[in-house]
């Protein structure tokens, strides 16, 4: 069992930066890949990047790739992103997710927690 809790979201102007954390429990969280999807308000939940178990591999959505940085460290069982350049098309709820096997399929995630509100003015 891992429980995820995201914080860091808020609100940033346009051009601003935020960097949002996601605190896992459980002794396995080495074993998971981890994922960050966000959901904006009418539209469906969607894939923005993905880290492997190691840290070695990430991947990302095309409309973040160069801005947003995703990053794991498993001795505080903590796993990031870090948001750059943001736009008000980025105003979304973020989700923190856990998988076996880093994918853009929300549906291959088995844990996920409460999210978090980031929200970019013009």
């Known amino acids: 069992q891992v429980q995820l809790v995201e914080s860091g979201g808020g609100l940033v102007q346009a051009g601003g930066s935020l960097r949002l954390s996601c605190a896992a429990s459980?002794?396995?969280?080495?074993?998971?890949?981890m994922g960050w999807f966000r959901q904006a308000p009418g539209k469906e939940r969607e894939f923005v990047a993905a880290i492997s178990w190691s840290g070695s591999s990430t991947y990302y959505a095309d409309s973040v790739k160069g801005r947003f940085t995703i990053s794991k460290d498993n001795a505080k069982n903590t796993v990031y992103l870090q948001m750059n350049s943001l736009n008000p098309e980025d105003t979304a709820v973020y989700y923190c997710?856990?998988?076996?096997?880093?994918?853009?399929?929300?549906?291959?995630?088995?844990?996920w927690g409460q999210g978090t509100q980031v929200t970019v003015s013009s």
């Open positions: 459980g002794r396995t969280f080495t074993m998971y890949s």
């Open positions: 997710a856990a998988a076996l096997y880093a994918s853009y399929l929300k549906n291959r995630y088995d844990y």
